[in-house]
């Protein structure tokens, strides 16, 4: 994870999920920082300062909605191929395998030093994600709603 140690991590999450990784973050000797639970505002303002999206989710992430936001805002999203994330980001994103530390150490690398990817990966995600309009998202989700009601 020497990769990792080379990179600065920023965590939003609810306070006990950061909790619960502390130890791990700690052994791993990866510097974060924590920037708590934000709304959604604060969120996208927060994209701003960082350069990459890391959705870690390893089971299943129904549509992935902060990573289309992230895409919006010129974010790479770097991401467990799981279903949900596979099918919303594809190859717009960089699929990586989060329970294998080297492969996600590999990967890393490669959004690092590949000439080109980073760019390649923000454009890609910007298309990617205006094929997903939040108000059509929002009166899909709503309509979803009033069918399990």
């Known amino acids: ?10 965590i939003a999450a609810p306070r006990h999920q950061f909790h619960g990784l502390t130890p791990l973050l700690r052994l791993l000797k990866v510097h974060v920082r924590y920037l ?9 303002k927060a994209f701003a300062d960082h350069d990459a999206l890391v959705m870690p989710s390893t089971t299943l992430e129904a549509m992935g909605l902060v990573a289309l ?10 991401y467990q191929p799981v279903p949900g994330l596979s099918d919303t980001l594809a190859s717009t994103g ?3 395998d989060f329970t294998n530390p080297a492969a ?3 990967d890393l ?4 030093s590949t000439s080109g990817l980073l760019p390649a990966l923000q454009a890609a995600g910007r298309t990617n994600a205006a094929h997903y309009p939040l ?8 309509d979803l709603g009033e069918q399990l009601a």
């Open 1 to 10: 994870m020497s990769v990792a140690q080379a990179v600065e991590l920023s």
């Open 36 to 44: 708590g639970w934000l709304s959604r505002p604060q969120l996208w």
């Open 69 to 78: 936001e992230a895409q919006a805002c010129g974010l790479p999203v770097i």
């Open 94 to 96: 960089l699929a990586t």
């Open 104 to 106: 996600l150490a590999q």
């Open 109 to 112: 690398n490669r959004l690092r």
């Open 135 to 142: 108000t059509a998202t929002a009166a899909a989700l709503n």
